[in-house]
């Protein structure tokens, strides 16, 4: 239907509805206000009117937070609040303009803020702001952390809220961290925020187990059951006793750590096949392998950064124990390159100067295979 219309009148379509966005958000706020008063988040224990608005709204917490912000604002910025409906502030905009006197600014620090774009406004209010006691300790007050898994642990996600120089020490520890991972990833693609959460994990390891690399062996001994019709690991879903459920990858993984027992199952439950722990790495192999290689064996790699055994060939797709099919890696090249990414060692590489590769997986060791 707006296909006739010129780029002039399609923008001031689009402004005069961000206009009713406003008048509706109006109404909203007077809603949000009169249900404050009946308490209605206790009614349905929801922690917070933002939790109660966010979960019965079903939007962001961003907009949630906003629009109780203004329920409890409005009322005291009248002006601000009629220019919003009269003469065709945003909501936003608005939302903008009360944190700015709430934060000390002068009537015509507000008046010039509408000039600004919203990112010049968010500027003015920090700079604005003072930090008084009665602040501080609210923060203080409502710091926390919280990490939680989905239901079968396949993915955790983790949020809370600091202040702010906890916040920074936190902050500045990860991205250090980070850098450290990016000088060794090189031309690998990851981005900023993926290193960041890499830089989490081997901080968290790091604390578990000291920065060194010991025997290699981050994982311990673990069990993994498996569906025992099918006797291919990578076709079936895995779960880690009393742990995460886990993918082929991660098996395959877990295989060049620490010591694996396998259970089959049937569909049932009962264990038909167990394994010994042999489907470990032998000490005297992985002592030989690092010797051998005495660093990570990737072309350009200088990380000595918890030195690790792999499998060129997977040990699922036949791959042995075999010096020769075991190469030596620093965690970032085993754990995000190799195992997360889903790289590959190329077998035409020189064995002290490795390729990575997204080819097919190499199949068959050079001796020694099963
Ligand atoms: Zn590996
Ligand atoms: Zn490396």
């Given amino acids: 239907m707006y296909s006739r219309q010129t780029i002039s009148e399609l923008e001031a379509d689009l402004v005069a509805v961000e206009a009713k966005i406003a008048e509706l958000r109006s109404e909203q706020h007077v809603l949000v206000r009169e249900l404050e008063y009946a308490q209605a988040p206790q009614s349905d224990g929801s922690r917070s009117m933002v939790d109660y608005v966010q979960s019965h709204l079903d939007i962001r917490r961003d907009t949630a937070r906003d629009l109780v912000f203004a329920a409890r604002r409005f009322v005291h910025h009248r002006g601000l609040h009629d220019r919003m409906l009269y003469r065709g502030a945003t909501f ?46 609210r923060v203080f007050s409502g710091r926390y952390f919280t990490i939680q898994p989905n239901l079968d642990e396949s993915t955790y996600r983790m949020w809370g809220e600091a202040p702010g120089v906890v916040g920074r020490t936190i902050e500045k520890a990860i991205c250090d961290r980070a850098d450290d991972l990016r000088a060794t990833a ?24 000291g920065s060194t690399t010991g025997d290699g062996s981050s994982v311990g001994q673990v069990t993994v059951f498996m569906d025992a019709r099918r006797d291919n ?36 439950g009962i264990p038909v096949v167990t394994s010994p722990a042999v489907r470990a790495i032998p000490p005297a192999v992985r002592h030989t392998v690092a010797h051998r290689d005495g660093a990570c064996v990737i072309d350009g790699c200088v990380s000595l950064y918890r030195l690790e055994p792999h499998h060129i060939t997977r040990f699922t797709d036949g791959g042995s124990h075999h010096p020769d099919n075991l190469a030596t890696l620093c965690w970032y090249h085993h754990h995000v390159a190799i195992h997360g990414n889903g790289y590959h060692i190329d077998q035409d590489s020189p064995a002290q100067r490795r390729r990575l590769t997204k080819g097919p997986p190499p199949r068959g060791s050079p001796r020694g295979v099963g």
């Fill in 233 to 268: 690991p990578q076709e079936t879903a895995t779960i880690i006793e009393y742990g995460p459920r886990v993918g082929p990858d991660t098996l395959e993984e877990i295989m060049c750590g620490g010591r694996v027992q396998i259970v089959g199952l049937y569909t049932d």
């Fill in 92 to 137: 936003d905009r608005t939302v903008a303009a009360i944190k700015l006197a709430d934060a000390g600014a002068s009537q015509d620090d507000v008046t010039e803020s509408y000039r600004r774009d919203l990112a010049g406004v968010a500027r003015m209010i920090v700079r604005t702001r003072h930090v008084t006691p009665a602040d501080e300790r």
């Fill in 186 to 209: 090189g031309d690998l693609p990851s981005t900023r925020a993926q290193r960041q959460l890499d830089a989490l994990g081997v901080m968290a390891l790091d604390s578990l187990n």
